[in-house]
């Protein structure tokens, strides 16, 4: 029988302190108060006296009120009965459906011995021409989304959990609006998705500490799946939010602050969550995605920063585009080879001719006269802009590059692209002003 | 000795502190019992009958009470044959056998033998019964790889020693005796081929220091002509994410013209060490012939391990290039990245409530990270020979500005600096080392002053850049945009370099000095060009010549036609030299 302590020696933010002992650090435990009970981790120890972080926060917390210590740390319920399920940062549902108590996992658990990991090797397929095609999402790489406040970031989210070719989708919604919350919901269910989906959501209005366990709980359960074989999804929305709530807590314990009053152990913080994503080699796979809004969009703020430190590269959302400069796949070399023989020649020839049309975007801009060649790279920049970086386009990959062919051909010669002569022989469309040129 | 005990008392993330009774060492480490498990810490402070200690594992599941052992030694490596081609965790623990025990994860609490106790070793001695000997000196050699692996004294037998006993030629396990010793009081020892060494004391057995005076070649242009290292030197690579630090090493490691190369993964992403980890088996090194792992060691402890084993992993690796070293062999540290390690020091500063510094790392952040650099060095080894440490370190500093401490205190004790610039970068050149930001302290491949006249183009050519940017190109003379295209010019046939070319990845000193030529002779030259356009297009053709040579092996019809190329079109422009050009192209005959 677990002991229960009545009197709480002091209450400080969001901590709480019993006199108790034999306590195991990291151990949870619940505290009753006339508002309700909330679960409460053990985040120090000293002497007798044990401090514990309330989830549900100190607020009302009364001294004479009940502490129970429950003699594990935070576990998760993992089976398939999560699929399909939503839950709040303290695990419990958020849907109306049962609370689930079988086969309970630890969260937070050990790192994957890097001996064990694989260089990676298959693509993600999404439908996005920006993201298939320019940078290509691999399989266990961990992503973030760079934004700004009120772009459409978690509209992508949706989108790509929607289409990527995954076995199972684990969202971690931190701080989310509520709105927000309920169209991530109404979406996947919309699309059918919802089935292979598990939900860990801490709106904006609940209380700050569950905020930290969402990651947690998310990469557990997915890491348990992974290990049985499934392509796991994990989309994190918004890494800002949990490191904010880091910053929040760290500063009412009276920890001293590093940079812009963010802790000293932030970068370890986001890659013990970040390094998650993982290839097993005769497993599955955990690949992440996490939307870091960038305060002011400066990307040296200290948690782009440090993301960017960590991650894979990162996808660049700026005017409710990817912007193909700004963002990057590292890992995009070691599958765009294998995909179709022309993806990477039209990936940096694309590229280039839509960084000389936002030169000539420039000079326009500042009144110079338009060259011919100029005229083509306007007619360029805009097809390019509305038929591969627009949000709503949704084409596989093949499909998407015989686009990119037929925007080339709509505009240029074929010598004026800089392709490969043997490309152009292969793909350039026959039928359109080019032609001619390619046949010569 | 008494194992002396002790009693968990307060827990704090990864520092508990600890109460014991007797004497307990600074730096001791010490081992807690909890759940069956027994986690490896450290003491870092003390005070009356309690003990900080930081816990190189996670802390979850500890309880006050839990009983904790004190082992009497420091934070120690274990030195012997079967280092090379090892893949360690920041406490030498080798990653491959805890895989094959532990599957997938590193579980806390999983120490392993660093060394083979079982492989059998062709030992050979050399030193005599009654010889005279010292610490650090040899007793024999066992072929390790293609090396010869000295058996030495161990470094901590202080004093004068008479050799007793020597184990004949023959196959041993590092176990086995392999040699007595005596002292002068009469007190006999056995030496074994293997031994440890406390990794934060720097090993100290050799004659004298000497200056970092001959170059360490990377076969990277850039570095070995303009910002060359010397063996035995320090050098280091700050550069905000993306820039290419982690490339740049991965380039070093496998063509840098040392021995024996040390790569330390300190808290960075663990794909990146993968690559490292599956690739060096399959590549050959040119000096040797043989796979380019038998002449690495890995220090992998990547972010998400844990900090303070972190901040451990590169004294471990730094202890064992020194070992290396007193065997008169060159070894190569590279440090990625040193800003992790700081910040470890800067968690655990935090949690033992020390005042903080700048942007809180702890006071001692400098003279820690100047102590560091230092354990680099060339050195005269008692028998006349040498050996040396080259230390890189990579630092990733917070929004890619290097006024931050960590990369200030690394600019203070550094013998070069290769300043990665996101503007570089983001233009695609490679390597993104800022050739104007960046210096170096140490002689190089080419003559300095020649270096020095080519370097200057570069500093004038941004000069014009900059200006054109307000005056724009009408507003320029001939002859200053004729500087402007030379300065680009050398900068995208000379600094860049493409590291996935099979040729132009890796730059022999011969051929760097051929290339740097042929650039001087076009940087050198007052060339009679027409306008603008004319010396554009004139550059650039030049330019295609030139990097269609830089891709091709000599010998090849390529090279030679490129080459053919740019003779041709430098002779059609009736080049002029100055005698400061003169001069410059002489001192590279």
Known sequence: MNKVYSHIESITGNVISVRAENIAYGELAEVSSRYGSSLAETIRLDGDMVFLQVFAGGRGVSTGDEVRFLGHPMQVSFSDNLLGRIFNGAGAPRDGGPSLADNLITIGGPSVNPYKRIIPREMIRTGIPMIDVFNTLVKSQKLPIFSVSGEPYNQLLARIAMQAEVDLIVLGGMGLKYDDYLFFRDTLEEGGSLAKTIMFVHTAADPVVECLQVPDLALAVAEKFALRGKNVLVLLTDMTNFADALKEISITQEQVPSNRGYPGDLYSQLAARYEKAVDFADAGSITTLAVTTMPGDDVTHPIPDNTGYITEGQFYLHGGRIEPFGSLSRLKQMVNGKTRDDHRAIMDGMVKLFAAYRDTLEKKSMGFQMTAWDRKLLKYGELFESSMMDLSVNIPLEKALDEGWRILAACFEPRETGLRSDLIQKFWPARSAGSEAARA | ?589
């Not at chain 2, 003491?43 to 996670?58: C, N, T």
């Not at chain 2, 020095?452 to 190109?473: C, Q, T």
Request: aromatic share 8%; glycine share 8%.
């Open chain 2, 1 to 589: 000795m008494i194992q002396k005990q002790g009693q968990v008392v307060a827990v704090n993330g990864n520092m508990v502190s600890v109460r014991f009774d007797g004497d307990v060492a600074m730096n001791e480490v010490a081992y807690i019992h909890s759940n069956e498990k027994r986690l490896k810490s450290e003491v870092i402070r003390i005070r009356g009958d309690e003990a900080q200690v930081q816990v190189y594992e996670m802390t979850k599941g500890l309880r006050i009470g839990d009983s904790v052992e004190f082992s009497g030694e420091m934070l120690s490596v274990e030195l012997g044959p079967g280092l090379l081609g090892q893949i360690y965790d920041g406490l030498q623990n080798p990653l491959p056998e805890i895989a094959e025990k532990k599957g997938f994860f590193l579980e806390s609490g999983v120490y392993l033998q660093a060394l083979s106790k079982t492989q059998k070793w062709a030992f050979t001695p050399a030193a005599k019964v009654g010889d005279a000997l010292k610490r650090g000196d040899s007793l024999g050699s066992v072929p390790e790889r293609h090396f010869l692996h000295q058996i030495m004294l161990p470094f901590d037998f202080y004093g004068s020693w008479k050799l007793v006993e020597i184990a004949a030629a023959g196959d041993y396990a590092i176990d086995d005796t392999i040699a007595v010793v005596e002292d002068s009081r009469g007190n006999r020892k056995n030496v074994s081929m293997t031994f440890s060494w406390p990794v934060k004391r720097a090993i100290d057995c050799y004659a004298e220091r000497l200056k970092p005076a001959q170059p360490m070649v990377t076969k990277t242009r850039i570095i070995d002509t303009f910002f060359p290292v010397a063996k035995g030197g320090t050098y280091c690579i700050p550069g905000p994410f993306g820039a290419g630090k982690t490339v740049l090493q991965q380039v070093t490691s496998r063509y840098a013209d040392v021995d024996i190369v040390i790569i330390a993964a300190c808290g960075e992403r663990a794909g990146e060490v993968v690559e490292t980890l599956k690739e060096f088996p399959e590549i050959t090194d040119p000096r040797t012939g043989r796979s380019l792992i038998e002449r690495t060691i890995i220090i992998c402890n990547t972010s998400s391990m844990p900090v303070a084993s972190r901040e451990a992993s590169v004294y471990t690796a730094v202890t064992l290039a020194e070992y290396y070293r007193q065997m008169g062999l060159d070894v190569l540290l590279l440090a990625d990245s040193t800003s992790r390690w700081a910040q470890a020091m800067r968690e655990m500063s935090g949690r033992l409530e020390e005042i903080p510094g700048e942007e809180a790392f702890p006071a001692y952040l400098e003279s820690v990270i100047a102590a560091f650099y230092e354990r680099a060095g060339i050195v005269r080894l008692a028998d006349g020979r040498k050996g040396s440490v080259t230390i890189g370190g990579t630092v990733s500093p917070a929004g890619g500005n290097f006024e931050e401490p960590v990369t200030q205190a690394t600019l203070k004790v550094v013998g070069a600096f290769h300043g990665l610039s996101r503007e570089r970068s983001d233009a695609r050149k490679y390597p993104a080392i800022h050739p104007l930001d960046s210096w170096s302290k140490y002689p190089g491949i080419m003559p300095a002053d020649v270096v020095r006249y080519a370097h200057a183009f570069l500093e004038r050519s941004a000069e014009v850049g900059a200006m054109m940017k307000v005056v724009g190109e009408e507003g320029t003379s001939l002859d200053d945009y004729v500087l402007y295209l030379k300065g680009e010019f050398l900068d995208a046939v000379y600094l860049q370099q493409n590291s996935f070319d099979p040729v132009d990845a890796s730059v022999s000193p011969g051929r760097q000095k051929a290339m740097f030529r042929i650039a001087l002779e076009i940087l050198g030259a007052a060339l009679q060009l027409k306008d603008k356009d004319d010396a554009r297009s004139w550059f650039y053709e030049v330019r295609q010549a030139f990097l269609d040579l830089n891709g091709s092996a000599e010998g090849s019809d390529l090279y030679a036609s490129s080459l053919a190329k740019i003779k041709a079109a430098l002779a059609e422009r009736k080049p002029e030299y100055d005698a400061e050009a003169r001069r410059a192209l002489a001192r590279l005959e």
